[in-house]
């Protein structure tokens, strides 16, 4: 399969920032996840360096526009590295190839009568790049700058829009795929459900020459929609190169919602009247902001990728944008949440973990990846593979789906599983008692194994720390070459191999840590009352995803084989099965008609062949001599099944 993974060219009139990393992160994480799937894969990203704004810019800096769009285009080429991001080609709006090409098309489409010239007055936002409908304007305001457009009248040139229309609806209604998630297809669908307007292309040379020269009439020059969104098959050689022969067919386009328009709209039925294929897909996500306002030069908040890696690490800043933004919806970035993520989910969670079994390797078995013994086998560990096998098949799927949250959660379940396994297998123990060293190998193993599987899933996310992981496990392939469904199996890790403990991975950051962008600093004083200490405490956030309610126990019975368990009927106020372990404190008759307090998004589990669909709450306390005693939490009046508590 071959895949190409474009992100938008982005403007140079500023400095990268917060947003340009994450779109171009996702982008390269695909592009990374790809490559592990097996395909051949083409990554690009770019500047785009025409148009009205970019001259204002290079004027405000005492610059020709040349010089302007050559320094800005470089601090865009040079901080992606810098974020482990490596595309396979950078283009340049300003490239002549691009130039060239832009325009041969808008001759060919001019020869085909699809551009004409007109006199149009409407009303342009100068932010856009483009003139915005009556119905676009808010309180006669571009709602996305925030400023009155100007009224201008003038003569163009048009792009026939209008005449592609009915083939759009019908290609977006019969390819669900193609615009993704629903809700921007939706949004697109039901702007074309009004007669669409065709497309100013053109500028006059009297207002603005620094843009591509239209072929066909030297007084214009091409509008930059027109000229930026080409730069995708420019950058793969159109018409004639071996490139766009491999790659076009497979095109997908990642855009924040800001530029949904264009690229749903404008660009399909360009492609189309260009005789050109529609590109496969197209991603639209939300918008970060910063503490929860709107990231803005004059606010004094935008977030520079530099200063994040400066403070965070490449890795955790990765791995923290992929985690916290649900792909489609807008997200807040904050210092607090990403330390939160770094110290609970990297440093607790993937780093014990990695540290922990090495350690173990290292002590118990002299550095060597010992053999299984078939005999030692237990339900456990089968349990265990196959919960990573699901583990890749759901990672898999969600991030074929641009679900990057969905599939690191898969990958995050199964850390929590191995770091519960070491408990119950508890290697230190095994390793007293000679005659257990065939469970203690078999354990390690295992732990090993899981470990080179966790190092493969991880690396599209992070490909630092999966280097430095693949390293300390004696992986010795070569780290762009391996391929999911081969290498992703179960049992690649040799017996025999050296393991070292390597380097620690994600040491805890301290919740002030110094040197956090400056930016976040300011704000976070500002916000004191609604953000919360990080040792230990959680957000509001974090505490409005556990969903409380009120239940009552409809009936409750005793579960065989268990004097702790009891399994519960409840109505909270759709009727539920919960196991909960309060036998030994309540009969199970005394309990129907109680109204109890359950956590009622849990993930069911099953425990002693019950499923258990949520979780009883109940007060713990000790006595004098240890003994435990369980109290049920229940609420202070009459109060419907099913009720919320917050
Ligand atoms: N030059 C056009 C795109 C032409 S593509 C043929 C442009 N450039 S831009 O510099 O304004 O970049 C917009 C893109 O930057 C968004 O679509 C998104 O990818 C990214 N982001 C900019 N700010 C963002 C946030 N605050 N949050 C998330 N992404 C954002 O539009």
């Known amino acids: 399969m071959t895949t190409y993974i474009t992100t938008p060219i982005y403007y140079v009139n500023a400095m990268p920032h917060l947003g340009h990393a994450y ?6 994480t695909y592009s990374r996840f790809c490559k592990l799937r097996g395909d051949d894969v083409r990554f ?17 800096q005492g610059e020709s526009p040349r010089q302007y769009v050559d320094r800005i285009s470089g601090t865009f080429s040079t901080t992606w590295p810098v974020l482990s991001v490596e595309p396979d080609n950078f ?22 009568g699809d551009i004409y010239f007109s006199e149009y007055s409407g009303h342009y936002c100068k932010g856009c790049e483009r003139f915005l409908t009556e119905k676009e304007l808010v309180d006669g305001k571009c709602p996305d700058h925030q400023t009155t457009p100007e009224e201008i009248t003038e003569q163009n040139y048009f792009f026939r829009m209008s005449k592609y229309q009915d083939w759009l609806i019908d290609h977006i209604k019969n390819n669900p795929e193609y615009i993704t998630p629903e809700r921007y297809r939706n949004e697109v669908l039901s702007f074309l459900s009004e007669p669409l307007e065709d497309l100013c292309i053109s500028r006059p040379t009297s207002r603005l020459t620094w843009g591509i020269p239209l072929p066909f009439d030297e007084k214009f020059v091409t509008y930059v929609w027109f000229d930026a969104l080409i730069n995708y098959l420019t950058g793969i050689g159109y018409p004639d190169g071996e490139n766009f022969a491999k790659y076009w067919a497979a095109a997908e386009h990642v855009i924040a919602k800001d530029i949904l328009k264009p690229h749903a709209i404008y660009w399909p039925t360009m492609i189309q009247a260009m005789g050109v294929a529609p590109y496969k897909r197209l991603h639209v996500h939300g918008y970060w902001n910063v503490d929860e306002t709107k990231m803005s030069k004059s606010i004094g908040n935008v977030i520079r990728p530099q200063d994040l890696v400066d403070a965070y690490g490449v890795d955790t800043v990765r791995y923290f944008l992929l985690r916290e933004m649900s792909f489609g919806l807008d997200s807040s970035f904050s210092g607090e949440a990403i330390v939160a993520r770094r110290n609970s989910d990297l440093a607790n969670d993937l780093g014990n973990l990695f540290s922990r079994s090495l350690t173990m390797i290292g002590k118990y078995a002299k550095g060597i990846v010992p053999a299984v013994d078939e005999a030692e086998l237990t339900e456990e560990d089968q349990e265990l593979i196959v919960a990573v096998e699901a583990m890749i098949a759901l990672y898999s799927r969600s991030m074929a789906a641009f679900e990057f949250h969905k599939g690191l959660q898969a990958v995050w379940e199964v850390i929590g599983r191995l770091n519960r396994y070491i408990v ?10 000679p005659a257990k060293s065939g469970r203690l190998n078999t354990v390690l193993y295992f732990l090993a194994e899981s470990l080179r599987i966790l190092t493969l899933v991880l690396r599209p996310v992070m490909p630092d720390a999966a280097d430095k992981m693949a390293e300390a496990l004696g992986m010795d392939q070569d780290a762009g070459a391996a391929v999911l469904a081969r290498d992703g199996k179960w049992g690649g890790m040799r017996p025999g191999t050296k393991v070292n403990k390597g380097p620690q991975l994600f040491p805890r950051l301290d919740k002030k840590k110094k040197g ?52 519960l009927t409840l109505k909270a106020p759709e009727e539920r099965t919960v196991v909960a372990g309060i036998a030994k404190f309540y009969s199970p008759g005394e309990l129907v008609g109680m109204k109890v307090i359950i956590v009622a998004n849990l993930k069911p589990a099953k425990l002693m062949g019950v499923t258990s669909q949520g979780m009883v709450l109940a007060a713990k306390e000790k006595d004098s001599d240890g003994n435990e005693r369980l109290v049920l939490s229940t609420v202070s009046a009459d109060i419907a099944a099913g009720s919320r508590v917050a």
């Open 23 to 28: 779109t171009t992160i996702v982008a390269d």
């Open 516 to 567: 956090q962008p400056r930016a976040q600093q300011k704000k976070t004083q500002k916000h004191k009352t609604t953000d919360v200490d990080l040792e230990g405490l959680i957000t509001f956030d974090q505490f409005g995803k556990v969903e409380l309610r009120v239940a009552e126990v409809v009936a409750a019975e005793k579960i065989t084989k268990s004097d702790k368990l009891l399994k």
């Open 91 to 112: 283009i340049r709006t300003t490239d002549p190839e691009h130039m060239q090409t832009v325009q041969d098309i808008l001759q060919r489409v001019y020869d085909q």
């Open 44 to 60: 690009q990203t770019g500047t785009d360096e025409h148009g009205e704004k970019i001259v204002q810019a290079a004027e405000a």
């Open 424 to 433: 119950t297998n508890a290697p230190w123990e095994l390793a007293s008692d």
